[in-house]
């Protein structure tokens, strides 16, 4: 989880550097479009019957639960980074002009 931390903390010095260097609207309306890692808003909710399929495997509903955040954690992680590996280009374009 410390990881995930940080990496939602470097995204968002990564957007401000970007809001702050670059001019040129198209790429930042792109900028905007990169999603925040929001570990608060994840829910940890899930149905009786996975949570019951948790406990079953030997874990405990506390780890489960972390489990089930960290997982939906990295699937923002990973469309996070393709955003950004989508326009890598065009932003290293824009710094080299």
Sequence with gaps: MP???AFSQYNEEIKAYLFDNIDDDFV???IETIPSL???AIETKSGL?????GLISG???SAYHERHKIEQALDQI????????SYE???R????N
């Design 49 to 53: 019957l996975t949570l019951v399929i």
């Design 89 to 91: 280009m065009m932003i």
């Design 28 to 30: 930042l309306k792109y």
């Design 38 to 40: 929001d570990l608060d």
């Design 78 to 85: 990973k469309e996070i980074s393709n955003k950004y590996a």
């Design 93 to 96: 374009n824009y710094f080299n």
């Design 3 to 5: 990881e995930i931390e």
């Design 59 to 61: 874990g405990s509903a």
